[in-house]
């Protein structure tokens, strides 16, 4: 396992070296979507118009984020179950979504997709809302307001804790996990 400090939009060289079960500690802009937003973006690619943030070596973060408490940048931020998003993720990532995170396993399609357009896809921490909010320095509305907490949310995050489950090779930390018992 590689830990590798990463800034946003992703170098495609980091996705080349990285490897299942590396950790990332990511910095800059993450956005936030969740099935209701992913199904609006679907649209937009299929009606040929433009995504409504820079998707070029972009992060998708399946989650929604809690209200607001006072003095606080943003609400608790937890990952999402990715699998919700599996149908949509092949066309993001053709357009050029680098990394997705959410939280447990792939679809063998996904898999085999980040392997074609060279992504990855990363697990955050389960549970740990608020220690991800920890990490996020501003929060700003992108798209889809209608949507109210799966509104499409721009993060700009510091050192944003999150592990390669699935690598541009067609690695599976989960399965390798498993083999080694």
Same mark, same amino acid.
């Given at each position: 396992?590689?830990?590798?400090?990463?800034? !946003? @939009?992703?170098?495609?060289?980091?996705?080349?070296? !990285? +490897?299942?079960?590396?950790?990332?500690?990511? !910095?800059?802009?993450? %956005?936030? /979507? +969740?099935?209701?937003?992913?199904?609006?973006?679907?649209?937009?690619?299929?009606?040929?118009?433009?995504? *409504?943030? *820079?998707?070029?070596?972009?992060i998708?973060? #399946?989650a929604?984020? /809690? *209200? !607001?408490?006072?003095?606080?940048?943003?609400? =608790?931020?937890? @990952?999402?179950t =990715?699998?919700?998003?599996?149908? #949509?993720? @092949?066309q993001?990532?053709?357009? $050029?979504?680098?990394?997705?995170?959410?939280?447990? =396993?792939?679809?063998?399609?996904?898999?085999?997709?980040?392997?074609?357009?060279?992504?990855? %896809?990363?697990?955050? %921490?389960?549970? /740990?809302?608020?220690?991800?909010? =920890?990490?996020?320095?501003?929060?700003?509305?992108?798209?889809?307001?209608?949507? $109210? *907490?799966?509104?499409?949310?721009?993060?700009?995050?510091?050192?944003?804790?999150?592990?390669?489950?699935?690598?541009?090779?067609?690695?599976?930390? #989960?399965?390798?996990?498993?083999e +080694? $018992?």
């Amino acid at each position: 396992m590689n830990k590798y400090m990463i800034k !946003t @939009p992703v170098d495609p060289k980091l996705i080349e070296k !990285t +490897r299942a079960g590396d950790m990332l500690y990511i !910095t800059g802009t993450i %956005y936030t /979507a +969740r099935d209701t937003a992913h199904k609006k973006l679907i649209t937009l690619l299929d009606e040929g118009k433009v995504l *409504p943030f *820079p998707v070029k070596g972009s992060i998708i973060y #399946y989650a929604g984020p /809690a *209200p !607001t408490k006072p003095g606080h940048v943003i609400g =608790s931020v937890g @990952p999402t179950t =990715s699998y919700r998003m599996d149908k #949509y993720t @092949p066309q993001l990532l053709e357009a $050029g979504v680098a990394i997705t995170i959410g939280k447990g =396993s792939r679809s063998d399609n996904v898999v085999k997709d980040l392997k074609t357009f060279k992504g990855l %896809y990363c697990a955050a %921490y389960g549970g /740990a809302g608020a220690l991800m909010a =920890s990490k996020v320095k501003k929060a700003s509305p992108v798209a889809f307001p209608e949507l $109210g *907490p799966e509104a499409i949310v721009a993060l700009e995050v510091e050192d944003f804790p999150v592990t390669v489950i699935n690598d541009s090779q067609g690695n599976d930390w #989960y399965k390798i996990v498993e083999e +080694r $018992g």
